[in-house]
């Protein structure tokens, strides 16, 4: 199905081999960079790409490493988007701040050469690509070949992507180990503060007006990588049978929980915690009535110096929680 | 003057009329077409459209012009163009302006099924078109079960519509309400509706359906002129009334039906199509032709503003309803007789 | 006595009977109230339930049914009672049998107001928002009745629910444009598209209760007017009516009543729509029997919807928007099937 590559203008100058490995041959002779993308293809090309065009969340994390892309586009407003905090966008061009939006005009005018994205397995699309967008936005597609790290049950696998994709564009080494090194630590700050509170149990929710969410650290994969590194997150017991990425209570039942750490989910902090303060039950839920609570990075991190900070923070809030709130 | 013309000499002058109105129209659709693939960051050239078309021009202007726009400019074409003459059919047989498919519940049945689809993880190209055929002709062959009472009366199939299409919204808000963030902004992305979002597939299935439809037209505006006449003495003329409303229903139900699935539920467009071309076509009466060409008109000027008015682009829907609302408002306001409210 | 004029005679004799339905329909309505105030997604044991009236300790069961089912029955019971008066108020106005909140798009005023204020000030709980609802219910039904009572000949029936859908319209493209653009404002609107009674707990009932109460103590006092507008314009003036500032008069008790209802638990539709036709049903066409039947079964109808919302699923709620919705729609199309509702 994939088109022949818009790529005639820039063709000649960039030399572009293919789109991927399998019909690669064709052109041939030199293969200077080469990356296995997250749908399991190889892709090549004859020349390192340069110009990058890439979501916004995959922007920042290549620019974590030195890579900095000429053109980005987002599912929010930048400003808002709590993902897309601490990063400068200054001089690279916006192509979209809306889902499935995306001015593949503007795109082609810059003439990328690589296109990046998280590749979402479920729906097998890259971010921004996937069904339900513009018949437009899909072209962006053609423009140059779409790479990225698949999403995966860790964010730190994930991220670990981004390094090795951000490496063969010719990122410095050094600057990737550093930033590799400092995380590490964070860590293992981490860790060694859940083992100081081995009993400290916690739950992450996310409260709406009539409903309590609790999120499933299965389909989580920072909660996951908190269980990995010794944080006890509540595995709920019935997720929803339709959707199990959370366990959906009715608002009289969000004491089935009793956790000793309450963590609400960051994307709509303090909306959400000032929600779950109106409904009368969270006199109920001890960790709330008690103030034992912080936030979670919800389903966004891409960066190493993101998640440092959130687990120094997180490390320290469990240094300072009472690990026995809840008597069993 | 006027007092002396015959019968047949009116007749000639509406005939007259009416073409006039339809070759307006369809120059008109025929100019936003061609500025609807000019116009972008700057205006295209008409040299480099026609290049562009050709593919012979610049590759980058020939990627611009057939992939991104063509595309674009066809769909909202011909769904304005569906959606037109769907929204005329209906009125016309059921003889009242709020009969329009989308305020009777084929357009809220056809979004039922389609955010059902989503929410529930399809993601093929295929099946959310498909599924908002379905949905929209299952809506309509249930509103039609439950208003058949030895035969149709317009209002009774109005008052089942508008319940239906409560009971179809009710289904849609909770599932958007119970969906995770991703599918809630996928389902609430297709509920405004957008031109853009029309896949190759469905502008296939959308241009051969239109193709059809001229034929169907031929014989849907004489059994509506028939039925215009009162049922009464369309019974005594010999025509079979109710089958042909049926028939007549059932191809605006697949002309909205298609149209819906390629774009999502436009506002607006078929409800004010017919209304409008007959504000211009004066005492001519009605044509189905130029309702479509109005409905093609609007559309395509609501996906113009839709991409190029605001520093940002949005859904055409957006549009439609925002333009359509006061354009409703202002009719009630200023309609002078209640005759050109029907 | 002009309101003899109204109410034929022998319907004196049958007055007696409609006080006795009323009174038993009151009877249900306390039933169901108890109910509600027993069942729920949460398991506690009925007469432990009513227990925790007369016990003061503390416990999560007792914060649930005191703080919680309380609040939201009796949240339902007004906004029914609201509904289905202001239903049946708007339908002899608008001569329309199909006239309630939703075709007169104040439910889409209310909800377009909310999404507004998310995506102004930030997502924020439901006894915040439930002033901007307010504000967009009033101000949608006060746009419609402009609209249509501009111009020749005034606010004809056609010409009010061509206002309500293009005002419906005008706010759901309002709604959508924000909501596509900002996640806030999506977050908001999830929580108003659909009608629901979870959520909603006293601040919001001690914010919406006094223009329920004095909304429907009037409104109980309109029968007799609407009555002789019923009889029709000419023969209403006839009788002294000043039709002009009656119909702006009730139009205006209309915006309070489903202001306060949207405000406190979003969009519910049918309510307003059925259950005066029910009411009709029962008691003929004198507004006074109408008003108070709706009064009684509005609440009924919405208590009952909720508790069935709150045992279909296990565990969790369905909004009782939807099952509203999803048991009226049948309803109200077997209605129209089988009673001849053009004639009111």
């Not at chain 1, 039942?253 to 009793?258: E, F, H, M, R």
């Not at chain 3, 005191?66 to 007004?78: C, D, F």
């Not at chain 3, 049998?97 to 709980?125: C, R």
């Amino acid at each position: 199905m994939r088109r022949p590559l818009f790529a005639a203008t820039a063709a000649a100058a960039l030399l572009l081999s293919g789109c991927s490995a399998s019909d690669s041959d064709a052109g041939g002779d030199e293969v200077a960079w080469s990356y296995t993308s997250g749908d399991g293809e190889t892709y090549t090309a004859a020349e390192i790409p340069t110009r990058i065009i890439a979501e916004a969340s995959s922007a920042k994390a290549l620019m974590e490493f030195g890579i900095e892309p000429i053109g980005i586009w987002a599912s929010n407003p930048i400003e808002e988007d709590v993902s897309l905090q601490g990063v400068d966008f200054s001089g690279i061009e916006v192509l979209g701040e809306e889902w499935g939006k995306i001015d593949v005009a503007a795109a082609a005018e810059l003439q990328p050469d690589l296109i990046v994205g998280d590749w979402w397995p479920v729906e097998e699309a890259y971010s921004g690509l996937e069904a339900g967008v513009e018949e437009e936005s899909k072209k962006l597609a053609e423009l140059a070949p779409v790479v990225g790290p698949a999403q995966s049950d860790s964010v730190v696998t994930l991220i670990e992507g981004y390094a090795e994709l951000a490496e063969t564009l010719g990122a410095d080494p050094d600057q990737i180990a550093e930033s590799r090194t400092a995380f590490d630590a964070a860590v293992a700050d981490f860790q060694a503060a859940t083992a100081e509170k081995p009993g400290l149990t916690a739950l992450a929710v996310s409260p709406y007006d009539t409903s309590y969410a609790i999120a499933v650290p299965e389909h989580a994969p920072e909660l996951l990588d908190f269980q990995q590194w010794g944080l006890n997150v509540i595995d709920p017991e019935t997720p929803d049978p339709d959707f199990p990425y959370w366990e959906t209570l009715s608002m009289e039942n969000a004491d089935k929980y009793q956790p000793d750490l309450l963590l609400f989910d960051d994307r709509w902090h303090p909306g959400n915690e000032d929600t779950l303060a109106a409904a009368p039950i969270s006199s109920s839920i001890t960790a709330f009535a008690a103030g034992q609570t912080t936030t979670w990075p919800g389903y966004w991190l891409h960066t190493y110096s993101d998640y440092a900070s959130e687990l120094t923070r997180l490390a320290g809030v469990i240094r300072s929680a009472d690990e026995n709130l809840v008597q069993e | 003057m006027t007092a002396v013309l015959t019968v047949s000499g009116q007749r000639v002058l509406a005939h007259r009329r009416i073409r006039l109105v339809a070759a307006g129209l369809a120059l008109t659709a025929a100019g936003l077409f061609w500025l609807a693939i000019a116009i972008g960051g700057e205006l295209l050239p008409p040299v480099e459209v026609l290049t562009g078309l050709t593919g012979t021009g610049e590759p980058s202007t020939v990627f611009i012009v057939r992939e991104l726009r063509l595309p674009r400019a066809a769909a909202a074409l011909l769904i304005g163009l569906a959606l037109g003459a769907a929204g005329t059919l209906f009125q016309r047989v059921l003889g009242n302006p709020l009969a329009s498919p989308d305020f009777l519940g084929v357009t809220a049945g056809a979004g039922t099924a389609t955010v059902t689809a989503i929410v529930f993880g399809a993601s093929s190209a295929l099946l959310l078109p498909t599924a908002a055929l379905a949905g929209g002709a299952l809506t309509a062959m249930l509103i039609y079960l439950f208003a058949w009472r030895r035969g149709i009366s317009a209002y009774r199939f109005i008052l089942v519509g508008v319940g239906v299409a409560t009971f179809a919204q009710s289904i849609t808000s909770y599932l958007v309400a119970r969906a995770e963030m991703r599918d809630a902004r996928e389902a609430l992305t297709w509920l405004v509706g957008s031109v853009g979002m029309a896949s190759p597939e469905a502008l296939t299935l959308l241009a051969v359906t239109m193709a059809l439809f001229i034929p169907a037209a031929v014989y849907a505006s004489r059994v509506l002129r028939a039925l215009e006449l009162g049922d009464a003495t369309a019974l005594v003329l010999g025509s079979r009334t109710q089958r042909d409303r049926v028939l007549v229903l059932g191809i605006g139900v697949v002309l909205i039906a298609v149209a819906t699935a390629a774009a999502g539920p436009i506002a607006f467009i078929a409800m004010l199509a017919g209304p409008l071309a007959r504000l211009l076509l004066r005492r001519a009466g009605q044509s189905i032709a130029a309702a479509a060409l109005m409905g093609a008109v609007l559309l395509q000027t609501a996906d113009l503003l839709a991409q190029h008015a605001l520093p940002w682009p949005v859904s055409t829907g957006v549009v439609t309803g925002v333009f359509g609302a006061p354009y409703i408002a202002w009719t009630l306001i200023t309609a002078a007789r209640r005759s050109d409210l029907r | 006595m002009t309101a003899t004029a109204v109410v034929p005679p022998a319907s004196m004799a049958r007055s007696s009977v409609r006080a006795g339905v009323l009174l038993a329909a009151t009877g249900g309505l306390v039933l169901l109230a108890l109910l509600s105030l027993t069942l729920g997604s949460r398991d506690v044991a009925p007469f432990e339930a009513l227990r925790v009236f007369t016990d003061p300790t503390p416990s999560a069961d007792a914060t649930v049914i005191r703080e919680m089912r309380l609040p939201r029955t009796l949240i339902a019971i007004g906004v029914g009672a609201a509904l289905a008066v202001s239903g049946a108020i708007l339908q002899s106005l608008a001569r329309n049998p199909l006239a309630d909140a939703g075709v007169f798009g104040i439910n889409a005023g209310a909800a377009a107001a909310v999404v507004v204020s998310a995506f102004v000030f930030g997502s924020m709980p439901v006894s915040g928002s439930v002033w901007f609802a307010f504000l967009g219910a009033g101000a949608t039904t006060v746009a419609v009745y402009v609209i249509a009572a501009v111009g020749r000949e005034g606010a004809t029936p056609v010409k009010l629910a061509l206002a309500g859908v293009c005002i419906t319209a005008l706010c759901g493209s309002v709604t959508s444009a924000l909501v596509l653009a900002d996640p806030d404002a999506l977050e908001e609107l999830r929580m108003w598209q659909v009608g629901a009674l979870g959520g909603r707990y006293f601040p919001v009932l001690t914010q919406v209760a006094p223009f329920l109460v004095i909304g429907l103590v009037l409104s109980l006092c309109t029968g007799r007017i609407l009555n002789l507008l019923s009889l029709g314009e000419d023969l209403a003036r006839g009788l002294g009516v000043r039709t002009g500032a009656a119909r702006a008069g009730l139009f205006a008790l209309v915006a309070v009543l489903c202001g306060a209802a949207t405000a406190a638990c979003g969009p519910i539709v049918f309510v307003g729509l059925m259950v005066p036709h029910a009411a009709r049903l029962i008691t003929g066409p004198d507004y006074r029997w109408i008003l108070a039947y709706s009064a009684v079964l509005g609440p009924a109808l919405m208590l009952g919807a909720d508790i069935i919302g709150r045992l279909v699923l296990p565990g969790g709620e369905i909004p009782v928007g939807v099952v509203i919705g999803v048991l009226g729609a049948p309803a109200f199309v077997l209605l129209v099937r089988y009673r001849n509702l053009v004639e009111l």
